[in-house]
Structure formats: structure tokens, C-alpha cells
């Protein structure tokens, strides 16, 4: 299976419409169609760009950054990198407001969101200030609403207004602080600012990730007082954290909203609400209780609009070219990490020969769900002892199976990798579980993920049957994200290359 296509049945669309790891999602309309971006950390390019006709069914059409303009973004920096963003449409050109949390609030524009995208611009140079979004008021003033990282500044729960240049979209004034969610509103954070009926509102997440609530504050005044009111929480639903993402309104005036669920080891998904208005606030989800706070849906008609192609996952290379989908760990150098070689094969150069967690050219991206296969055929020919290729699933504890070139033939190892540090430049440790000689410098290997959150690798012999390789491994979440599929190659002469053939995952 090449992509991923959300279910339908009886015209209902079943959440999450994205069942993959588009953390922080931040979504608009623009005449027919759908926007959608998320964060991605150190996982790069950055700030994936979707595209949906109906909200439901969404494919990936680029990326907001292709890299970040700091030396330390060579290596990953795990945890660090683009954090919530947030998108708007403004004058004719599309604005990703993206923070990087130990570096500072940066904007880049399009007049197409696939992209080209122009370079960062710095909007404000500040230490823990995260998830900026800016509001352009009808008297050409602008915005931006933005929350703070404890990590990195001690200031948490609060919600800072800030305003900027009509023209450099500069923070000119830091402004104050329009809301203090210690007492009732902890881990405040995630703003989202909308203007209707002369009424501002901030959608801000709250409670934190996990287990958390979203709330929604509204004023006369850009600058406040602010009310506050929860408008979606768990309840007795099975939807764990349901907040942080974006309202859209469809072309036909009905309302939705876009938000995440924490999934853990799979990541932040996203799923679709229902929502309405009732004397100017916002209602999202469903009443189950009679407390007045709506409640996630499990399915939902859906909005109208066309079906569309769905996410690449699945990759045949084509011309020795990675798919959208795909991720490096770090800055991209893909004239030095990417042998350009005919043919629909990856031809990937083997980096160095430490742990797959600080190697910077791992490939790698989104698990696709919490159930499935995935198979690749990976090969060493003309590669000198040492060389490495292999499939993993990348995490804090992670495994891989790898085809490893020695003095005396090919084997096929094993790993498991556990983060020693979490720290952002942190490492890890591996070690060899199971080790099988094979005659041959080209193998195909499976993996299968099961919702009990385990991972099997086998080889694939001959006649299609799954030889199994060491036992299951357990499947971790990474820094701030799900775990990952991941391809690389490592070790070896300088130079070699590995090559990498058709990627297929099923369901």
C-alpha cells in the first residue's frame, strides 16, 4: 500500500481522520481548500504542509522549512527544533508562525503552500517563548498571542499579547500578559487567536498533553479582560487530552475543529469535531452529560466536499528520490547523504559508524498506525567491511534489523538501542540481540507493529514466508513525538552506498 485513506462508512468519517504523529496541528480555508501544518522537531525538512477538499481525506503537498539556520541543527537535537506553529492567510500570501524554543518566534510565507517557501525571518530572538499565532486586526494592527516553555524560561500557564510591524511582522512591543491559567487553567499554552462578531477569542489548550482540556477565552478588548470557558474535554469518552488545534469554517458555514490526541508511542493523531455557536462562545464535540462541555465523536458526517488521494507512505524511490513523507534527523545535505544513481532504488551513503540515535542521516517517518507491516529490500553490493543498512523503529528504546557486511560475508543482526540522556545532544547505547549468517549481499526484511505495541522483524525467504529474527521489541515514543519507521546506513569504507528497494506497508 503506497497511502494512507481515512475510512468511511455510511457516509461517517471515523477519527482520527490522521492517525499519525501531525503534532500541534494548525489548520485554515482558503476558498475550497483546506490547510493544514504541525510541528516536527528535529525531524527534517520541517512544518509539514497538507491539503484536504473535505478535512477528511488529507495528502501531503510540502514543507514549511527545509532547514533551520543554527550550527547545532547539524546533529539532531532531539526535542528541540519547530515546535506548535501556527498558519494564516493574509493579502494574498500564506504566513507559518514557527517557534523554535531555545532560539525564538520566526515566520516564512508563500504564495503557494506547497512551497517555495521564503527563509525564516526572526520575530522576536527570545529564550521559551513557544507556539506563537498572530491575529491581523481590521484596523491593519497586528498580533500575536504566544505561550512560554518552563524548560527554558521558568514561566508557565500564561499567555502573552504581543504586537508587531504591519510590515516586518516584528515583535514592537512585548506586551502583557492576558492570562494566568495557574490556578484554574494549568498548562496554559498553544493560543489560537480568531476575531468574530467584534469579540476576540484565544484557543488554548490546557490541563496538559495527556490528559488535558480545551479551553477558550474571549474579550471586547484585543488586550482584555479575558473570560474563559472549557468547551471540549474527555468525558466519558475514550479520546484522552482532546485540545490544541484549529477552528475552520467550511464554505458552506459549518463549523470544525481540528485537535490532537496524545496516542503515546504513536504520537499526537488528529482528529475532526463537530462544533457550533451558542451566545458567542464556541461548542466543540457533543453533548453527553448535561454539564454543558461537549464531548469527542468517534464519527461524524462528513463535511462535504471532495474525497482526496490520502498520505503517502508507502515508497518505490523513484528516481532515487525519497517521497514527501520522509524526514532526516537533522539539517538535510542530500548532495552528501543521497547518491544519485538511475533507477527507482535508494542509494543511500553510509554515515558514521555510532549509535542510530546521534547519526544525523537516519531517514525516517511517521508510524502510518497502530497495526501493520512494512517490508524493503535492502543490499550491500560493492560496500567494504563494516557497511550497515537497515530498518528500524526509531524511539528512546529503539530496535532495528540490519544487513551488515564482515570480513567473512553478510549477516543479519538484530539491535536494540536504549537513550542513555535525554538530554537534546544525549546518546544511546546498542547492543546485538540476534545474529544469522546469510549467502547473499541483498535481503528482504519485514517488520510487523501490533497494537500491543511491539515490533517483530523477520527475513523474508524465497517463497514469501517470514523468518523470524530474536524476539519482539517493545515500540517507544521519542522526544516529544511517536516512534518512527526508519531506514539508514552506516559503517563501512568512505564512500559506500547502500541501496535500498521498494518500501511496502500494509494494513
Known sequence: MDRYVTDIKNGCYQNPVLPMDFSDPDAIRVGEDYYLISSSFT????????????LVHWERIGNCVERLPFDRYAQPAHGCGTWAPALRYHAGRFYAFIPLPDEGIFYTEATDPAGPWSALHCVKSASGWIDPCPLWDDDGSVYMAHAFAKSRCGIKHKIQLSRLDPETLEVVEDGPIVFDGTLSQPTAEGPKMYKRNGWYYIFIPAGGVEYGWQTVLRARNVYGPYEEKIVMHQGASSINGPHQGAWVTAPDGSDWFLHF??????????HLQPMCWHNDWPFIGLEQNGDGIGEPVTEWDCPKGEAGPGLQIGDSFTNGKPGLQWQWQANPQPEAWLRPVAGDALHLVCGASGSLWRQPNVLSQMLPAADFTANVTLALAGCGAGAKVGLSVMGQKYSAIELCRTAQGCTVQLVQGMVKDLASTGDAEETILAEKMVDTDEITVTMKITAAKQVQYALLAADGTAVPLGGAQPVAKATWTGA????????GTKGDAACIKQLNITF
Request: net charge positive; glycine share 10%; hydrophobic share 40%.
Open 43 to 54: 525531524y527534517l525538512p520541517g512544518v509539514p504542509v497538507l491539503h484536504s477538499k473535505d
Open 261 to 270: 490526541q496524545d496516542r503515546f508511542e504513536l504520537g499526537r493523531v488528529v
Open 484 to 491: 518512527r519507521l526508519a531506514l539508514y546506513a552506516r559503517g
